[in-house]
């Protein structure tokens, strides 16, 4: 015996009672088959219903489509026989609006560009249909959505017929079914006719309006992402927040965010190229009274960052027969050795000879080389055990 599908033609019934045929074992959960359901199990895209079976929590709900039965997963085994079960309002109102929506704006598609729905996904979020395109203008998809609002706004009748597939072919379903036998349609007036086993609403302004939220490629396809209903409203109170905030600190209206934004970010690359200039000429002077003893150039320092131990030996190695051997101790120990154009000392050659005395991962060429990781109680210390290889190199 299958279960009596009670949401197939009552899809605004919230309360029903029930007699259990069944319990299955599924581990810390129960399986709970009925004779009849309003709870919708996960199917078509569209997810489950949530609710209560006498008061626990439905956890999931979905079809076994070898016994035709529906599954509701419980935490616990109902007390008796005959059960009462509450469908979750607020979540079936909302898919009713996200489905009967993409249904919408589904048709709107073929009807406007000849796309057909390829899948369907209703997210908690968001929902996507891929279209079999490679690309959708931001001119179409409003286009799409203009007829999607326009169908809605003309209040049209949502109903549900049932045709059998011998007759099918003439009911001009929107998309081919592979089902067999007694086939549910969802038929919104004048519009669309679609094979569907999904919750839908009565009359088309049920599904408040429907907005467009994105559009991306997917796997060769357009994929393309969009909110019905009440949805619509909580992402406008949202993103009408956000450009708020966004207004109030670039100090301009709502609708020149985008104007003032780009300005300020302009700003920024400029402020981030004078950083660079001035600590550029900055180190250039560093690097000129920097102590060079013997031919080499000793300096240990903190928080500096590889890139301006890098720069700044580099300044330094530009004077004539110099070694400079640089360590820092930020997050973690890093060294810099170069040496200038003249010079014959081999930096890669003491740096290797360097990690292999303190560990650390790096390399280089015979005129510069890096390395971090290294383990010393301090940069000194390193700096000390380099020197003398560096010495006797020279
Ligand atoms: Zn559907």
Known sequence: MKTERLYYDEPYLLEFDAEVVETLDLGDRVGVILDRTAFYPTSGGQPNDTGTIDGVALVDCYDDEKSGNIIHVVAEKPRSGRVHGQVDAARRTDHRQQHSGQHVLSQAFVELFGWATVSFHLGAVTCTIDLPVDSISSDQAASAEDLANRIVQENRAVSIRYLNQDNIAEAGLRKATERTGEIRVIDISGFDRSACGGTHVRMTHEIGPILITGISRAKKQARVEFICGNRVLRHAREANRALETISQTVSSSLFDTPSAVAAVWGDLQQARKRIEDLESRLLDHEAAAFQVKDGLALGAFRDRGIETLKLLAAKIAARPATVVLLADQSDQLRIVF?????????????????????????????????????????AETILEFAAKLAR???
């Open 338 to 378: 170069a040496r200038s154009a003249d010079s014959v000392v081999d930096v890669s050659a003491i740096l290797k000879k360097t990690i292999e005395q303190f560990g650390g991962r790096g390399g280089g060429r015979p005129n510069v080389a890096q390395a971090g990781g290294l383990n010393a109680l301090s």
């Open 392 to 394: 006797q190199a020279g």
